[in-house]
């Protein structure tokens, strides 16, 4: 009886042995998840192995694996993954054991294990059956185009890199990611950029996205098309929560937005203005690196060298190992024109990050300062092959050709780099420049109008020298009315240029107009008292006038 009883209590028990189990794994689980959230690895670690040597159960291995990513234990996580061979079934398993050897830098390893796949062109792929998730979750196989694209790029195979970047966004375009590699490693031309935005299938709820990822692009339209861009995102924005009218207001000062506009005030040569905006951003969030880099470029402009001191000496401090921080240091000796210096900082950058393009740019810049052409083509050569949706290297190594006097050179060049970027007037007034040196005058008063047309916002300073080299092409012409109305259009935007006045006192000269050619060759002589040519027509004019004179005495006798 008594053994009977015995083993009828022990009976009883087990039941409630096998639910406190259960209920103390579940609290390992989260004790596991709070340690996570806590960035307590090494205790994640401990307790979720446990767990899975509790139950075996595959989401317990995967949470294990996850603990030893995030505690950095690369090596281990892969073994453990590799060990389950559930890794081979599910894409979860297969895209962290992918993961770890990314951090190990076994790129080849890595696109091993994420397994055979072709992509198209267009970013288009058919691979990996994904799972139902939930809106909020970003498809797990666009996170795997991703990690693609990174391998690839990663060995320098770009091409590929490319195409695996547009099929990650088009599989998901919540993955911000692909974008951004896209767009800041310049791996699509204006026009590419464009249609990839467009071919996006955005969620309902998700139109703001879709005017923010037009916002990211290059910007060089009209300046009504991009303030057109923003008004829309603004607009999508309220659009989104009709219930929470702050949502607008916190977009329209949102630091990523506000970075875009001063990206545009910077392509448009309005560099006070985003000098200010910038200084107004970073005061807000003073490590915001798009708004950083931007803020160095208008600095660089202005020449301000003390500003672009303290930002290099605070980026170096914080960031010593990030590009930008002694690209920043490059901009400041260029600044002062110690050329030789800042070629030391950008070519430090460029060695951290082979994918920052301002630093190759600005290597060639320092090396076209002092004019080692070689050196500088050799640069932009590189910039050029690295990121083929930039169209600066190509109009750099135009303006080398055009500094050694070989135009048929440098206008293959420019076209070149028109073909990347149709709309950025600079690259017409280039055109214009390289059509004039070949005496191709026609042609150069074609190029610098549509330069003119192309400036997306009024005429400011910085597009004077192109007014004033249409007036010339007029002059060349013997079109001398539209030339003089050129060079007056260049006087409103600058009163001190001294290729003004010389050009309009020629043009009066060659009119016979010797009394007004000689007021404006005074005029250009103030500014440039030992100019050559302005001095010596001026004589000209003078001996012209008093000659005119004599013969108008003579008449009258």
Request: with cysteine; charged share 25%; glycine share 4%.
């Amino acid at each position: 009886m008594l053994t009977l009883a015995g083993t009828r209590k022990l009976t009883l028990f087990l039941p409630s042995v096998g639910r406190m189990r259960e209920e103390e794994i579940e609290r390992l689980r989260g004790v596991v998840r709070d340690c996570v959230t806590k960035h307590l690895y090494t205790s994640a670690i401990f307790f979720a192995d446990k767990v899975a040597a509790f139950t075996n159960d595959p989401a317990d291995i995967y949470m294990q694996a996850q603990a030893l990513f995030l505690g950095r234990h690369y090596r281990r996580a892969f073994h453990l993954l590799n060990a389950s061979k559930i890794v081979l079934r599910d894409l979860q398993f297969r895209y962290l054991a992918a993961k770890c050897l990314e951090e190990l830098k076994e790129w080849d390893q890595c696109l091993s294990m994420l397994g055979e796949a072709k992509v198209d062109e267009d970013g288009n792929v058919v691979m990996y059956l994904d799972k139902d998730c939930e809106d909020h979750e970003i498809n797990i196989s666009s996170a795997i185009c991703f990690l693609r694209g990174k391998a690839y790029e990663a060995l320098e195979n770009r091409a590929q890199a490319r195409l695996w970047y547009k099929a990650a966004i088009k599989a998901d375009p919540l993955c911000y990611e692909a974008l951004e590699c896209l767009i800041q490693n310049h791996m699509l031309t204006c026009e590419e950029e464009s249609k990839l935005i467009s071919s996006l299938q955005f969620g309902s709820e998700d139109g703001w996205l879709s005017s923010f990822y037009s916002c990211l692009i290059k910007k060089y339209e009209k300046e009504n098309v991009v303030e057109a861009k923003f008004r829309d995102l603004e607009n999508e924005s309220c659009k989104s929560d009709q219930s929470d009218p702050s949502f607008m207001r916190t977009l329209k000062s949102n630091t990523d937005l506000l970075a875009c506009k001063a990206e545009y005030y910077h392509q448009c040569g309005e560099y006070q203005k985003c000098f200010e905006l910038t200084s107004v951003l970073l005061e807000k969030d003073p490590f915001h690196l798009k708004s950083t880099l931007v803020h160095l470029a208008a600095a660089m402009e202005l020449g301000h060298s003390n500003e672009l001191y303290l930002m290099a000496f605070n980026l170096v401090k914080d960031y010593p190992q990030k590009a930008l921080s002694w690209y920043a240091v490059g901009c400041y000796y260029y600044c002062i024109k110690k050329y030789d210096v800042s070629r030391r900082y950008f070519s430090k950058a460029t060695s951290l990050d082979a994918t920052f393009p301002p630093a190759w740019i600005g290597y060639g810049n320092a090396y076209a300062a002092q004019e080692e052409g070689d050196q500088a083509m050799s640069a932009y050569r590189t910039a050029a092959r690295l990121f083929p949706g930039c169209h600066l290297p190509a109009l750099y190594i135009g303006m080398e050709c055009m500094r050694t006097h070989s135009y048929k050179l440098a206008e293959q060049f420019f076209m070149q780099a028109k073909e990347t970027c149709p709309s950025d007037p600079l690259v017409c007034n280039e055109l214009g420049v390289v059509a004039y040196h070949m005496q191709e005058y026609k042609k150069a008063v074609w190029w610098f109008e549509k330069t003119l047309v192309l400036i997306p916002n009024s005429l400011s300073e910085m597009w004077e020298p192109t007014v004033v080299n249409l007036a010339h092409a007029y002059r060349k012409l013997k079109m001398y009315r539209e030339a003089i109305s050129y060079y007056e259009k260049a006087l409103v935007l600058s009163t001190r240029s001294l290729s003004t006045y010389a050009g309009l006192a020629y043009t009066y000269h060659l009119q016979d107009d010797y009394s007004t050619a000689i007021t404006y060759y005074h005029k250009a002589l103030w500014l440039k008292p030992d100019d050559q040519f302005c001095t010596e027509m001026l004589s000209w004019a003078l001996v012209d006038e008093s000659r005119r004179g004599v013969d108008h005495i003579l008449e009258q006798q």
